[in-house]
């Protein structure tokens, strides 16, 4: 005779561990992350793609050679200026909306710019393409992070956005100078146009995010000073890249700057529905988090410029050549993109940026006792992967960190911050590091071997300040992204 046992009254019923979050994306979301990824890296080619082009720009339009710097420059002002407050407005508005506004701007400013016939037209077409810029990233970012919890398949999507972002910048130095020798330049705007179009017809069908609340009333007060306040502190350091930090025109903006930023906070203490509410700004991982993302593109992207420097005043090589040494970081920093979500999955975001700071230091070192002699080529491109992979793999722990434990109602004001410290980083790390290396003495070896020598140590400090003072919620720390 058989006998069933009946489960104890007080003892609950087993019931099977809950499956660990994955990082696969469903078919849906393959889609969304394919329109948002070309987004994002047709917008990074932007910043780098008519660099080579601007000699030919100047001679074909009539541009003096000191107006040159305009193409580039009015384009980062609104790039960096507006990023803040398109932030937030995508969390008012529609990050949809936003995104897909963003996205008509970039392709009707880029078939200005392909069709200009003067001077004018041009830096206007560069104008709307950096006010896209400015409309877009933090759009496209907050779609992402919204899209996926927070958790693996979040930090992969934030990957493979930093991976292709920093392919873009590659990309858009090598692709500018192919259209510039074998069409036309003109050709680096009407490519935009193509890919503003595929977007405009795809992204209404796939992109999906939240249902909004109530709508908060935008901050137009503060929203005014923190962009002028922005302005004007790109424009100053733009400006000490050319004519020097003691040069008025430097010095002056970036005074005013700060003045501006008193402003704002001033007016955000006071007002009921602030544009940046200062709970948010206390969030070690907003503040620190940022910190280290604005530290991580001023650091790699001034290194690119001082190896640049060395690649061809002190080795000789022509410009093509040494971009195509370079390439080879572009290639790393695209490993370091798809590597990056793994080692945060094994760990969190705070140790995958420490880790990722520790070691660009330990690669860009060696790098400060270069000679002239040619032999120091291969250490450089070692040195140079090695740097550019664990720098993507920071870069995306501080985008994780960054966006980790905010409510899906500020994740656009909290990526326009994460987009905000990648613009001041790269405008503030090469005028920085370029007066550290021309400060140094008559001759340029010396300088940039101080210079890159420098660059190691802020790296390394900021793997010091992040270790120290970024805090993740406590189930990241204990358990990993």
């Known amino acids: 005779?058989?006998?069933?046992?009946?489960?104890?009254?007080?003892?609950?019923?087993?019931?099977?561990?809950?499956?660990?979050?994955?990082?696969?994306?469903?078919?849906?979301?393959?889609?969304?992350?394919?329109?948002?990824?070309?987004?994002?890296?047709?917008?990074?080619?932007?910043?780098?793609?008519?660099?080579?082009?601007?000699?030919?720009?100047?001679?074909?339009?009539?541009?003096?050679?000191?107006?040159?710097?305009?193409?580039?420059?009015?384009?980062?002002?609104?790039?960096?200026?507006?990023?803040?407050?398109?932030?937030?407005?995508?969390?008012?508005?529609g990050r949809k909306r936003l995104f897909l506004v963003g996205i008509a701007l970039l392709g009707a400013s880029s078939l200005a710019g392909g069709l200009a016939a003067g001077p004018a037209v041009l830096i206007a077409a560069r104008v709307g393409q950096g006010v896209a810029t400015a409309m877009v990233t933090p759009a496209a970012l907050s779609l992402m992070t919204t899209m996926f919890p927070e958790g693996p398949a979040r930090s992969r999507a934030l990957g493979l956005n930093g991976a292709l972002m920093a392919a873009g910048f590659t990309a858009g130095a090598v692709l500018g100078g192919v259209l510039t020798g074998a069409v036309s330049w003109r050709w680096a705007f009407f490519v935009n146009v193509a890919v503003a179009a595929a977007v405009i017809l795809v992204g209404p069908l796939v992109l999906r995010e939240p249902a909004r609340g109530r709508r908060p009333r935008l901050d137009v007060p503060g929203a005014v000073a923190i962009t002028l306040a922005l302005t004007a502190l790109v424009f100053g350091i733009d400006t000490a890249g050319h004519d020097g930090w003691t040069h008025p025109g430097a010095w002056g903006p970036i005074a005013g700057s700060l003045v501006l930023f008193a402003v704002f906070l001033a007016i955000e203490s006071r007002v009921a529905e602030p544009l940046v509410a200062t709970s948010l700004l206390r969030r070690r991982t907003?503040?620190?988090?940022?910190?280290?993302?604005?530290?991580?593109?001023?650091?790699?992207?001034?290194?690119?410029?001082?190896?640049?420097?060395?690649?061809?005043?002190?080795?000789?090589?022509?410009?093509?050549?040494?971009?195509?040494i370079l390439g080879v970081l572009g290639i790393g920093t695209v490993l370091g993109g798809l590597v990056a979500p793994k080692v945060i999955g094994r760990t969190n975001a705070r140790t995958t940026i420490v880790i990722g700071f520790a070691v660009q230091a330990a690669a860009t070192l060696p790098l400060a006792f270069v000679s002239d002699d040619r032999a120091w080529l291969v250490p450089l491109l070692i040195a140079a992967f090695i740097g550019g992979a664990a720098n993507l793999a920071a870069i995306v722990g501080y985008t994780v960190a960054s966006t980790t434990g905010v409510p899906a109602d500020r994740q656009g004001l909290a990526t326009g911050l994460v987009t905000l410290s990648q613009q001041v980083g790269i405008a503030l790390g090469t005028p920085v590091m370029s007066a550290i290396a021309t400060g140094a003495g008559a001759a340029l070896l010396p300088g940039l071997r101080f210079a890159i020598g420098t660059n190691a140590a802020v790296a390394l400090a900021a793997a010091a300040l992040v270790a120290a003072f970024l805090r993740l919620p406590r189930q990241e720390e204990a358990g990993g992204a």
């Open 1 to 93: 005779m058989t006998t069933t046992e009946n489960p104890s009254p007080s003892t609950p019923p087993s019931t099977p561990p809950a499956a660990p979050p994955s990082e696969r994306f469903t078919a849906a979301q393959r889609t969304a992350m394919a329109v948002l990824l070309t987004a994002n890296f047709t917008l990074a080619v932007d910043f780098s793609i008519l660099n080579v082009a601007l000699p030919h720009i100047g001679g074909e339009l009539g541009l003096a050679t000191s107006a040159l710097q305009w193409i580039v420059t009015s384009f980062a002002l609104c790039a960096a200026g507006f990023t803040l407050f398109f932030g937030r407005v995508a969390d008012l508005f």
């Open 286 to 324: 907003i503040a620190w988090g940022n910190t280290a993302g604005l530290l991580a593109f001023a650091t790699e992207t001034s290194l690119v410029f001082l190896l640049t420097l060395y690649l061809q005043e002190v080795l000789g090589f022509t410009a093509l050549t040494a971009g195509l």
